[in-house]
C-alpha cells in the first residue's frame, strides 16, 4: 500500500490526512471575512456615505460575477486529484496549464467587457446618484484584477488537488494580507479614498498570483506548456469544459435560490429583509467550516477514483461525513448559545433584533441541515460526477419551490424554514446517488 505522499495507486486515508488537507483551507477562507470588515471600515472612515454605499454595491456585483467562475478551482482540484491518483505527472501539469490559460482568457474578456457589466449591474441595483458614483470608481479599477483572480482560482485547485492545502492557505493568507494592509494605507493613509480601497485588491490579487506561479512552476518538469504531450487534446479539453459548465449551471441555480429567499424577505419588510442579512451571516460562518472538509473529500475522493482503489474513497467518504456532522452539531450548538451576542453586535436596532432572535434558532441549525449537501458538492466534483450534480441540483430547486409554495402562510419562518429543507434536500438527493456512481465509476476504472 503507497502512503498519503505517494503518488498512483493505493493509499491510506487516516484522521490526520482528512483534517490536514480540511483545516488549512478553514483558516483560509476565514480571512475573506476579515478583508471584508477591513474594506468596510476603511470606506466607514471616508466620512462620505456614498463611499461606503458604492464599496458595497460594488462587492456585491463583483461576487456576483466572479462566484460563476469558482468552477475553475474546483475542476483544477478535481482533474489534478485524479491525475495525482494515477500518477500521471505530466498530465497534473496539462490540468493546470489548461486551467490557467482558461482563467486568463476569461479574466481579460471580463475586463473587456468591464464597463457593460457595471451599466447592466447598477441599472439592477438602482443605487443613488453619489453611490453610482462611488461604485464606478471602485468597480473600473477593481475589474482590472480579473486575470489574476481568475488565475488564483487555478492555481488553489490545482495545490488543492496535489494535497498541498497549507501551501493554499499561506497564498490565500497573502492575498487577504496585502489586500487589507494596502487598503489601509492606500484608502485612509495616502487619502486614495474608494480607488485606494480598489487598488489594494488589485495588487493582493496580482502578488498572489505571481507568488502562486512560482510555488507552482518551481515543481513542474516542463515549464514551458508546449513540451507537453496532449496538453490541447481535443478529448481532455471537451471534458474540462463539460465538467465547468456543469459545476457553472449547479452553481447559478445555488445563487439563484438565495437570491429568491432575498427577494421573498423583502417583502416582509424592511426590518425582516435586515434581520435574514444578519442571519445569513451565521450560515456563512458554518459554511466556512464545511468547506474546509469539501475541500479534503474533492482531493480524497479524485485521488481514490484516479488510482481505481475503492478502500480509500470508502474510508475518505466515512471520515469527512463524520468530521463534517460532529463540526456542524458543533457549529450549531455555538451559534445557538452565543447568537443573540453576535446579533446584538451586527445589529442596533431593537426591531431587527426581536426578528433576528425570533428567527435564530433556524438560522444555527443549517450547519446541521446542510452539511451533507456541502460534504457531497465535494464528493461529486472530486469524483467529476459533474452531470449528476447538476441534475439533482435543479431537482432540489424544484422542492426549494415547493416548500415555499407550501410554507408560504408561515411568513419569514416558512422562508427559514423552507431554505433547511433546500439544504437537507440537496445532501440527500446527492447521497442516495453515490452508490450506483460509485460501482459505475469503478468498474470503469477496471
Given at each position: 500500500?503507497?502512503?498519503?505522499?505517494?503518488?498512483?495507486?493505493?493509499?491510506e486515508?487516516?484522521?490526520?490526512?482528512?483534517?490536514?488537507?480540511?483545516?488549512?483551507?478553514?483558516?483560509?477562507f476565514?480571512?475573506?471575512?476579515?478583508?471584508?470588515?477591513?474594506?468596510?471600515?476603511?470606506?466607514?472612515?471616508?466620512?462620505?456615505?456614498?463611499?461606503?454605499?458604492?464599496?458595497?454595491?460594488?462587492?456585491?456585483?463583483?461576487?456576483?460575477?466572479?462566484?460563476s467562475?469558482?468552477?475553475?478551482?474546483?475542476?483544477?482540484?478535481?482533474?489534478?486529484?485524479?491525475?495525482?491518483?494515477?500518477?500521471?505527472?505530466?498530465?497534473?501539469?496539462?490540468?493546470f496549464?489548461?486551467?490557467?490559460?482558461?482563467?486568463?482568457?476569461?479574466?481579460?474578456?471580463?475586463?473587456?467587457?468591464?464597463?457593460?457589466?457595471?451599466?447592466?449591474?447598477?441599472?439592477?441595483?438602482?443605487?443613488?446618484?453619489?453611490?453610482?458614483?462611488?461604485?464606478?470608481?471602485?468597480?473600473?479599477?477593481?475589474?482590472?484584477?480579473?486575470?489574476?483572480?481568475?488565475?488564483?482560482?487555478?492555481?488553489?485547485?490545482?495545490?488543492?488537488?496535489?494535497?498541498?492545502?497549507?501551501?493554499?492557505?499561506?497564498?490565500?493568507?497573502?492575498?487577504?494580507?496585502?489586500?487589507?494592509?494596502?487598503s489601509?494605507?492606500?484608502?485612509?493613509?495616502?487619502?486614495g479614498?474608494?480607488?485606494?480601497?480598489?487598488?489594494?485588491?488589485?495588487?493582493g490579487?496580482?502578488?498572489?498570483?505571481?507568488?502562486?506561479?512560482?510555488?507552482?512552476?518551481?515543481?513542474?518538469?516542463?515549464?514551458?506548456?508546449?513540451?507537453?504531450?496532449?496538453?490541447?487534446?481535443?478529448?481532455?479539453?471537451?471534458?474540462?469544459?463539460?465538467?465547468?459548465?456543469?459545476?457553472?449551471?449547479?452553481?447559478?441555480?445555488?445563487?439563484?435560490?438565495?437570491?429568491?429567499?432575498?427577494?421573498?424577505?423583502?417583502?416582509?419588510?424592511?426590518?425582516?429583509?435586515?434581520?435574514?442579512?444578519?442571519?445569513?451571516?451565521?450560515?456563512?460562518?458554518?459554511?466556512?467550516?464545511?468547506?474546509?472538509?469539501?475541500?479534503?473529500?474533492?482531493?480524497?475522493?479524485?485521488?481514490?477514483?484516479?488510482?481505481?482503489?475503492?478502500?480509500?474513497?470508502?474510508?475518505?467518504?466515512?471520515?469527512?461525513?463524520?468530521?463534517?456532522?460532529?463540526?456542524?452539531?458543533?457549529?450549531?450548538?455555538?451559534?445557538?448559545?452565543?447568537?443573540?451576542?453576535?446579533?446584538?453586535?451586527?445589529?442596533?436596532?431593537?426591531?431587527?433584533?426581536?426578528?433576528?432572535?425570533?428567527?435564530?434558532?433556524?438560522?444555527a441549525?443549517?450547519?446541521?441541515?446542510?452539511?451533507?449537501?456541502?460534504?457531497?458538492?465535494?464528493?461529486?466534483?472530486?469524483?467529476?460526477?459533474?452531470?449528476?450534480?447538476?441534475?439533482?441540483?435543479?431537482?432540489?430547486?424544484?422542492?426549494?419551490?415547493?416548500?415555499?409554495?407550501?410554507?408560504?402562510?408561515?411568513?419569514?419562518?416558512?422562508?427559514?424554514?423552507?431554505?433547511?429543507?433546500f439544504l437537507?434536500?440537496?445532501?440527500?438527493?446527492?447521497?442516495?446517488?453515490?452508490?450506483?456512481?460509485?460501482?459505475?465509476?469503478?468498474?470503469?476504472?477496471?
Open positions: 500500500m503507497r502512503t498519503e505522499a505517494s503518488q498512483g495507486g493505493g493509499f486515508v487516516t484522521h490526520r490526512m482528512v483534517l490536514g488537507l480540511a483545516l488549512p483551507m478553514t483558516l483560509g476565514l480571512t475573506t471575512p476579515l478583508l471584508g470588515i477591513t474594506d468596510t471600515a476603511v470606506a466607514g472612515r471616508l466620512g462620505d456615505a456614498d463611499a461606503l454605499a458604492g464599496l458595497a454595491i460594488g462587492a456585491v456585483l463583483f461576487d456576483l460575477i466572479f462566484a467562475f469558482n468552477f475553475l478551482r474546483a475542476s483544477t482540484t478535481a482533474l489534478t486529484a485524479q491525475a495525482w491518483g494515477r500518477g500521471e505527472t505530466a498530465e497534473q501539469e496539462a490540468v496549464w489548461r486551467a490557467l490559460i482558461s482563467a486568463l482568457a476569461i479574466g481579460a474578456a471580463i475586463v473587456l467587457v468591464g464597463p457593460l457589466l457595471l451599466k447592466l449591474g447598477l441599472a439592477l441595483m438602482s443605487p443613488t446618484e453619489g453611490a453610482a458614483r462611488a461604485t464606478s470608481e471602485w468597480f473600473s479599477l477593481r475589474i482590472l484584477s480579473g486575470p489574476a483572480t481568475l488565475a488564483n482560482y487555478a492555481i488553489l485547485g490545482f495545490l488543492l488537488g496535489q494535497g498541498r492545502s497549507k501551501t493554499g492557505l499561506l497564498l490565500q493568507a497573502l492575498i487577504n494580507g496585502v489586500n487589507i494592509a494596502l489601509v494605507l492606500f484608502g485612509l493613509v495616502l487619502k479614498g474608494i480607488a485606494g480601497i480598489a487598488l489594494a485588491t488589485v495588487t490579487e496580482v502578488v498572489g498570483m505571481i507568488a502562486g506561479l512560482i510555488i507552482v512552476l518551481r515543481g513542474f518538469a516542463a515549464r514551458d506548456p508546449r513540451r507537453i504531450a496532449g496538453l490541447l487534446e481535443r478529448g481532455k479539453l471537451a471534458r474540462l469544459f463539460s465538467l465547468n459548465a456543469d459545476i457553472m449551471i449547479r452553481s447559478f441555480v445555488l445563487l439563484g435560490a438565495f437570491f429568491l429567499m432575498t427577494r421573498i424577505g423583502a417583502q416582509f419588510g424592511a426590518e425582516t429583509l435586515a434581520a435574514n442579512a444578519v442571519l445569513m451571516n451565521f450560515f456563512m460562518v458554518a459554511g466556512f467550516w464545511l468547506d474546509g472538509l469539501a475541500n479534503a473529500a474533492e482531493t480524497i475522493i479524485g485521488r481514490s477514483l484516479g488510482a481505481g482503489y475503492r478502500p480509500a474513497f470508502d474510508r475518505g467518504l466515512r471520515l469527512t461525513g463524520y468530521w463534517s456532522l460532529t463540526l456542524a452539531i458543533l457549529t450549531s450548538l455555538i451559534l445557538a448559545v452565543a447568537g443573540r451576542p453576535i446579533i446584538d453586535f451586527l445589529t442596533t436596532s431593537e426591531p431587527v433584533r426581536t426578528i433576528a432572535y425570533q428567527h435564530l434558532p433556524w438560522a441549525i443549517t450547519a446541521i441541515s446542510g452539511c451533507l449537501a456541502f460534504l457531497m458538492d465535494g464528493v461529486f466534483i472530486g469524483a467529476a460526477w459533474s452531470k449528476a450534480m447538476r441534475n439533482r441540483m435543479l431537482l432540489s430547486f424544484a422542492g426549494f419551490g415547493l416548500c415555499l409554495w407550501a410554507l408560504a402562510p408561515l411568513g419569514n419562518t416558512g422562508l427559514w424554514l423552507s431554505l433547511n429543507l437537507f434536500l440537496r445532501g440527500v438527493f446527492l447521497a442516495i446517488a453515490v452508490p450506483k456512481l460509485r460501482a459505475q465509476s469503478f468498474r470503469a476504472s477496471q
